[in-house]
């Protein structure tokens, strides 16, 4: 409130509430009919402007009026649209079924590609050392033939 005057008549109405008992401050005022309607007169004097009908609930929608034939049309539409849906739930399971097994044998695939590169990977080094032993035996050789020509001579 904007209006200091105002506010002070509503701070003064609210210092004469008397409370009894255990309602003091919080409760249903909607229990208490002489406290609700003197709240409304004091609402109205002081020109609060609180929301003091209670809230409406909406009506419940109107039947339409409907024939046999239609009744039955929507029925066997629902039936359809029932076995529709029956037959999509299986796809559905299907399809995951589906999924979840190319899932596994892709895991299974790519569990075997790293076993497989591994295997590679072990074999490259192996040959790699081999070779180098090769080579080695090799020069190991040329040395002992060159001290052999020497030692011929």
């Not at 003091?24 to 609060?48: C, F, N």
């Not at 899932?103 to 497989?116: D, F």
């Not at 020069?139 to 020497?150: G, R, S, T």
Request: glycine share 4%; net charge positive; aromatic share 4%.
């Amino acid at each position: 409130m904007e209006d200091p005057i105002m506010l002070r008549r509503v701070i003064r109405a609210w210092e004469k509430v008397h409370f009894r008992g255990q309602d003091k401050g919080k409760g249903v005022i909607r229990d208490k009919e002489p406290y609700y309607q003197w709240v409304t007169k004091r609402s109205q004097e002081v020109k609060l402007s609180f929301i003091l009908d209670p809230p409406i609930q909406p009506l419940p929608p109107e039947s339409i009026p409907l024939s046999i034939k239609e009744v039955e049309a929507l029925k066997a539409t629902i039936e359809r649209l029932g076995r529709e849906n029956e037959e999509l739930q299986i796809s559905l399971q299907q399809v995951s079924n589906e999924r979840n097994e190319m899932k596994w044998e892709l895991e299974r695939k790519k569990a075997q590609l790293e076993a497989t590169e591994e295997k590679v990977d072990k074999e490259k080094h192996k040959r790699k050392k081999v070779k180098v032993g090769i080579e080695q035996a090799d020069l190991c050789l040329e040395i002992i033939k060159e001290q052999l020509k020497q030692v011929e001579k």
